[in-house]
C-alpha cells in the first residue's frame, strides 16, 4: 500500500469508527420507527395481494421453523430452498411444497438458488456465510431477510454494511430479524425512557443466561460443525456464544440507548465439558459510552438455568427511576413520572419473527427501503465483536483500534461439497 492509499484507510478508519462512537440521531430516529411499524403493520387485518417468491437459504432447524411463518404468513410464495445438506434441503423443499426442480445443496445452493427466480431470500445459515450470501442475493436484486448476527469479524459488518446501503440505494427491503424491538411493552417502555422516565442514568445492565449447543470432537472438515447449532461453539464458524446468543441484550440495550459503545474491557473462560470448538462460553464485560456511562453484562452458557419462567436475556436502566426489559418475562418502569406497570412480553420468538415477516412483506409491497433495522444490526454485531476480543487479551479495547485492526477470521471450507 503506497503512503497515499495509507493515509486515505486512515481517514476512512477513523470516519468509520467515530459514525460508530457517536451513533446519531438516524439511529434513534430508525430504532422508534422500527418498533411502532412492526408492530403496527402486524396487526393490520388484511390479505395478501401479491405473492412474493422467495427462497430460504439454510433450512436446518430455525430456517425450517421460520420457513413455515413465512407460508403461513400468506403473502409468499415458498419458491425455492438451499441447504448445504441434500437431505436437509429435500425435506425443507418437501414440507413447504417447493418444486424438485428447486431443492438446492452444497456450499454454492445459494447462487443456484438466487439464478431460480425468487425475488427475496431469507437468509438462515451459521453467519460466517452471511456476507457473501447477502453481498450475492443484493448484487442480483433481491430482497434481503436474515437472521443475526450478521457477521463474525468486522470486515464481514463492513461488507454487510455496503451491501445493505447498495440495496437500499436501489430500493430493495433489508431486515435483520431481532425480535425485542418489536414487543409492545419493550416499545412502550423505551417510548418513555426516551421521554425522560429515568432522568440521569448511573449505570445500566444486562445478562444472557442461556444453555449450550452440542459441541462433538472435530472431524477432518467442519462439516461435522454445521448442523445443530454446533457452530456457536466456533468462532470462525459462528462467531462465538456472546456474539451468537448475547447479542440480544447487547442489541436491545444499544437501540433503547442510542448509544454504540466506545470501548469494552472483561474477561472470560470457557466452564463447558469436554470442549472442542474454541468459543469461550462464560463472560464477565463492562462496556464504556462516550458519555461515561458504564454498561455491565454477564453472559453464562451452561446447563442449569434458573428456571422455565426466567427470561434468557434481561436489560436493566438504572437512574432517577427503573426500568427492565427483556427477552421474556415482564417490562417495567418503577418510580418517576413516566410509571410502566409490569407486562408480560409473551412468545417473543415466534411472535418477534411474524411481526418481522409482516413487515417485510409489506415494506416490499409498499416500496419502502428505509430499512431501519440495518444500522442497529451492524453496531451491535460490532459491539459482541469488540467485546469478544476484549475478553480474549484480558484487558481493554476501543472500538477506534477494532475497527483499524480489521481483522479477518477465515473459515476453513476445505473438503467441502460445492
Not at 424491538?181 to 445478562?207: M, N, Q
Not at 458504564?294 to 426500568?323: I, N, Q, S, V
Request: aromatic share 8%; glycine share 10%; charged share 20%.
Amino acid at each position: 500500500m503506497s503512503e497515499r492509499e495509507s493515509i486515505a484507510a486512515s481517514k476512512r478508519d477513523r470516519a468509520w469508527a467515530r459514525r460508530e462512537f457517536l451513533g446519531g440521531t438516524a439511529m434513534l430516529a430508525a430504532s422508534a420507527a422500527v418498533g411502532k411499524v412492526a408492530v403496527g403493520r402486524a396487526a393490520e387485518a388484511e390479505t395478501p395481494q401479491h405473492k412474493i417468491k422467495l427462497g430460504v437459504v439454510g433450512c436446518g432447524g430455525r430456517g425450517a421453523w421460520i420457513a413455515k411463518l413465512f407460508r403461513d404468513h400468506g403473502g409468499y410464495e415458498m419458491h425455492a430452498v438451499a441447504d448445504y445438506f441434500p437431505s436437509v434441503a429435500e425435506a425443507a423443499g418437501e414440507s413447504l411444497g417447493v418444486d424438485a426442480s428447486r431443492r438446492f445443496s452444497g456450499l454454492l445452493g445459494y447462487r443456484r438458488l438466487i439464478d431460480s427466480g425468487v425475488e427475496a431470500v431469507a437468509l438462515e445459515t451459521p453467519p460466517c456465510f452471511f456476507p457473501d450470501h447477502v453481498q450475492a442475493a443484493v448484487d442480483a436484486g433481491l430482497h434481503v431477510y436474515m437472521a443475526k448476527p450478521v457477521a463474525i469479524d468486522v470486515p464481514g459488518c463492513r461488507q454487510v454494511e455496503a451491501a445493505a446501503k447498495k440495496a437500499t440505494d436501489a430500493g430493495r427491503c433489508f431486515l435483520v430479524d431481532y425480535q425485542m424491538p418489536t414487543d409492545p411493552h419493550v416499545i412502550e417502555c423505551a417510548k418513555r425512557f426516551r421521554d425522560g422516565a429515568l432522568g440521569t442514568l448511573s449505570i445500566v445492565k444486562s445478562f444472557y443466561y442461556g444453555g449450550l449447543f452440542g459441541d462433538p470432537p472435530l472431524t477432518d472438515t467442519i462439516e461435522s460443525r454445521l448442523r445443530s447449532l454446533v457452530w456457536v461453539n466456533d468462532t470462525a464458524i459462528g462467531g462465538c456464544y456472546h456474539v451468537n446468543a448475547c447479542i440480544h441484550p447487547i442489541q436491545a440495550m444499544m437501540w433503547v440507548l442510542d448509544k454504540v459503545p466506545v470501548a469494552a474491557a472483561g474477561i472470560s473462560c470457557t466452564r463447558r465439558a469436554n470442549p472442542h470448538g474454541d468459543s469461550h462460553d462464560m463472560f464477565g464485560i463492562t462496556y464504556e459510552f462516550d458519555d461515561g456511562l458504564l454498561w455491565t453484562h454477564t453472559g453464562r452458557h451452561a446447563k442449569g438455568l434458573t428456571g422455565p419462567e426466567d427470561p434468557l436475556a434481561t436489560c436493566e436502566f438504572l437512574g432517577d427511576a427503573y426500568m427492565k426489559i427483556g427477552y421474556g418475562g415482564k417490562a417495567l418502569i418503577r418510580g418517576g413520572s413516566h410509571h410502566y406497570p409490569a407486562e408480560s412480553i409473551d412468545n417473543l420468538y415466534g411472535a418477534g419473527a411474524t411481526r418481522n415477516i409482516a413487515t417485510f412483506y409489506q415494506d416490499i409491497v409498499a416500496g419502502n427501503s428505509a430499512n431501519e433495522t440495518v444500522r442497529m444490526a451492524i453496531d451491535s454485531c460490532l459491539a459482541t465483536i469488540l467485546a469478544r476480543e476484549a475478553c480474549l487479551r484480558k484487558g481493554c479495547l476501543t472500538m477506534e483500534e477494532l475497527l483499524k485492526e480489521n481483522r479477518r477470521i477465515k473459515t476453513d471450507l476445505t473438503g467441502l461439497k460445492a
